[in-house]
């Protein structure tokens, strides 16, 4: 939970919105991994697929959180789909940075906590599991073409926007309401 909240976060609740619609009009239903089926198919993938453990470390855990391989937001627009969630336990969940601090691909954060937990010889295993996950199978991620990835950017980008600015103008409407009604 935030403790400060700013435009920017609900600008990015909004991203991550559109991000889950889009996923779910590939998918072709809801995918609220919250409740219900959509539920059990995260549990699916995570018992079924990963085998109770963590895609990245290979830890078994019963506190396994949903990790999106592209990620959810708006620097790698990935969708809220079954074939972009895996299981991760909560510190493989932290996505690492580069040394420019932006977010590293799922690919290279796999090899990082490889190399990190001295196990590279099962970098490649890993990655091949987590490219089947997403690839093949009922669970298989919608292969965007350039345009529609195009057209997710900008349209999130729009959208991140468009939030941001409609916060600051419900501010400064207040603060003008404030000043002519409440403080006189």
């Not at 109770?52 to 789909?81: T, W």
């Not at 001295?118 to 991620?141: A, P």
């Not at 965007?144 to 600015?165: F, G, M, P």
Request: charged letters at 30%.
């Amino acid at each position: 939970m935030a403790v400060y909240n700013t435009s920017s976060d609900s600008a990015n609740t909004a991203i991550r919105a559109f991000l889950t619609k889009v996923g779910e009009h590939y998918w072709g239903k809801s995918f609220n991994t919250g409740s219900g089926k959509s539920k059990k198919i995260f549990e699916k993938i995570k018992d079924e697929v990963f085998g109770g453990k963590c895609a990245y470390c290979g830890s078994k855990s019963n506190k396994l959180q949903i990790e999106h391989l592209i990620m959810f937001n708006r620097a790698q627009y990935g969708l809220h789909h079954p074939g972009n969630v895996v299981p991760a336990c909560q510190a493989c969940n932290k996505r690492r940075r580069d040394e420019f601090s932006n977010y590293l691909n799922w690919e290279d954060h796999l090899e990082q906590i490889c190399r990190e937990k001295d196990e590279l010889n099962s970098f490649f295993d890993r990655k091949k599991k987590i490219q089947n996950h997403m690839s093949k199978g009922e669970f298989k991620y919608p292969e965007l073409n350039e345009a529609e990835q195009h057209a997710i950017r900008v349209i999130a980008s729009s959208l991140y926007d468009n939030i941001k600015t409609e916060n600051d103008k419900a501010l400064k409407m207040y603060q003008e309401l404030d000043r002519a009604f409440v403080k006189k």
